[in-house]
């Protein structure tokens, strides 16, 4: 017998380990993992009723298609259901993106530091990180991210607002960024925390997507409806990406 173990791809080698918030003792205090951004406050009682409801079929398989939630979700952002794609969670969707755009040789660009998981989902697929420093204040470099562009980049995240350090690009800067991103290079607005914005010059990503075919926007139900556990994200994106 050899002493060999069954060989992995090499790109699997040394990628970060994504740290969840630490689980609370049991028993213990109420605990809120801030560092995993769940929302304290219970599920809505209609949720739960829901859930409850839907625990009786769980010996079926799902309704592949999500139907119900897609045309819900095609109706209230007025886009037809053929932009619409689903997935565990919108860190699911994200990793299908990144699949289906980039492998060994293609370069992914986002800033840093931005989400754990970009880097994770990167380097799964084979393709390079660019990691684009954030500016002193904190704040997407978007100049420097335009500039990172090669003729390998196939995808760029932009964290809006940025986990973890909660700032946010705004509508001008935004625009002129995508207007230097060439039209085959997907532009991914990770818009997990949108529904916590009241500042009206932070442009909504769907409106970008409306006039522009390489802006994809992600979104996710885990944070402002505190459904993290139903694993439950989307992204709307044109055809051939959506
Ligand atoms: C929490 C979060 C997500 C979404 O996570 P899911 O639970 O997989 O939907 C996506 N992007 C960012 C920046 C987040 O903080």
């Not at 209609?46 to 859930?51: I, N, Q």
């Not at 470099?141 to 350090?165: K, S």
């Not at 700032?167 to 991103?181: G, I, K, P, W």
Request: negative net charge; hydrophobic residues 40%; proline residues 9%.
């Amino acid at each position: 017998m050899s002493e060999t173990s069954p060989k992995l791809r090499a790109e699997l080698e040394g990628i970060p380990t994504y740290k969840p918030g630490k689980p609370a003792a049991a028993g213990g205090p109420v605990a809120y993992k801030l560092s995993s951004n769940e929302n304290p406050y219970p599920p809505l009682p209609g949720v739960m009723e829901t859930v409850a409801a839907a625990a009786s079929s769980f010996n079926r398989y799902p309704d592949m298609a999500c139907t119900g939630l897609m045309n819900e979700l095609s109706e209230r952002f007025a886009v037809p259901l053929s932009d619409l794609a689903t997935g565990t969670g919108s860190v699911g969707v994200a990793q299908q993106l990144v699949q289906a755009t980039s492998g060994p040789g293609d370069e992914v660009i986002y800033a840093w530091r931005s989400f754990e998981a970009y880097p994770i989902i990167t380097r799964i697929s084979g393709a390079k990180a660019v990691q684009v420093p954030l500016t002193p204040g904190d704040v997407h470099d978007l100049d420097a991210m335009a500039d990172a562009i090669t003729d390998r980049t196939r995808l760029i995240f932009v964290c809006n607002p940025n986990n973890p350090t909660g700032t946010v690009v705004r509508r001008a800067e935004l625009e002129r960024f995508l207007d230097r991103v060439p039209s085959d290079v997907l532009v991914v607005l990770d818009e997990a925390y949108r529904e916590f914005i009241r500042d009206v010059e932070v442009p909504d990503g769907v409106e970008l997507y409306r006039e522009r075919p390489n802006v994809c926007v992600l979104r996710t139900f885990s944070k402002a409806y505190g459904l993290a556990g139903l694993r439950v994200g989307f992204a709307i994106a044109h055809e051939p990406v959506g």
